[in-house]
């Protein structure tokens, strides 16, 4: 049913895609090739989210690389708590193409008519709404952690994968993955649909660590006031996380969430240190240093909240940068702090520049992630206790050493 399904979504998937044209199937080649044949294997098909990606090869293998490591990799968490995290995250950063996929595939995974006691119990409240409160630090802080330490952090990188990916789906894709001649009366039925057909693939578990090897390998972005280049922001006051010139804490993260990746999910702090070095080094490549700096300036002081209805905001900041850089500045802060007010007029004025596809990608993905690390440096997790890993929960468990970590049991 995979294999079906992603070949006969192939040509819908690659229209959806707006600004830029996606690599076609056929004509990829090296590193776009190999992300492409992991996304349809585990994925099902080749998900819109991420082959927008593929005018920048490296940009793509650090989104699926995220992506397939917090999402699909077999952990503590259920496939489905994991869904209601990507959906809940996706509403909370207004972001209706995410919302409804990930809603739909948590219907399927969880039907309403579910008899509780089974693996497929409905999700907690508590962890969605925790994952909404993920967008702002002040409501970060005033929810518990949903879980036990080592759970929590399986579905903080979920959270933090989502914060990226949201803002790079508002800029290059529409509201639904329908395209606009489809009645809205026959949407909701064929969003279901959808879901179903991508079942088999959610219901699968893929083994953990086998997309980071698509970058080079990187140490954990962690230093809260880092200043190293590579790390992937170059900020202009050295406090990339924050610290306690703004009243972050030890607990803030990258302390509290890096900290519990390292520890718990490896094979996520691994990807996420990869994505975070290339997105370093293209965004050296493609936005301007100044840029960066007003991006990483700005995002030292956002606390998650809203900018405003108008884009009047990113106008006067971008108009502290040099008149040929104003069209990058305001395009990345746009993707950065409020990645729905995108329109094609900021992507055609930073065109004009001279911007090809690649660079229009790679210009986005490091303000995206650059937002998402901020995100991440508000996001609480509790220490994990010195006992033994935590028991997974039914149908996903965690594999012994030297086991095999492929794992087909139910969601």
Sequence with gaps: MGGTLARLMRPGTLIQVRHVSPVRPRAARGLVARVYRQLEGDFGLLAPPVILHSPSPEALAGCWTMLRESLLAAGRTRRAER???????????????????????????????????????????????????????????????????????????????????????????????WPPQV??????????????????????TAAPGASPGLLPAAPLPDPPYGTDPADGTDPADGRPYGGPEDGATAEDGPYGVAAAWAADVPHFADAFARASAAAGAYGRRSVPHRVRELVAAELAAWDGGPTGLSRAWATAAADRLPAAERPAGRLALLTALASHQVDRAAVEEFRATGAGDRELVELTSWAALAAARRVASWIPVPPASAAAPAPAPAGHPVPAPGEDPVRHAPA
């Design 183 to 204: 009645p809205g009366v026959a949407r909701r039925p064929l969003s279901r649909l959808l879901g179903l057909l991508m079942l088999p693939a959610a219901r699968r």
């Design 83 to 177: 869904e209601a995290v990507a959906a809940a995250v996706s509403a909370a950063n207004a972001c209706p193409y995410c919302t409804g996929v990930h809603t739909e595939t948590l219907r399927g995974l969880v039907p309403p008519a579910r008899a509780a006691g089974t693996a497929g119990d409905p999700v907690p409240p508590e962890i969605t709404g925790w994952a909404r409160a993920t967008a702002t630090r002040e409501t970060a802080r005033r929810h518990a952690a949903p879980l036990p330490a080592e759970r929590t952090a399986e579905l903080a990188a979920v959270a933090v994968t989502f914060h990226y990916l949201n803002r790079m789906v508002n800029v290059f894709l529409d509201d639904s993955p």
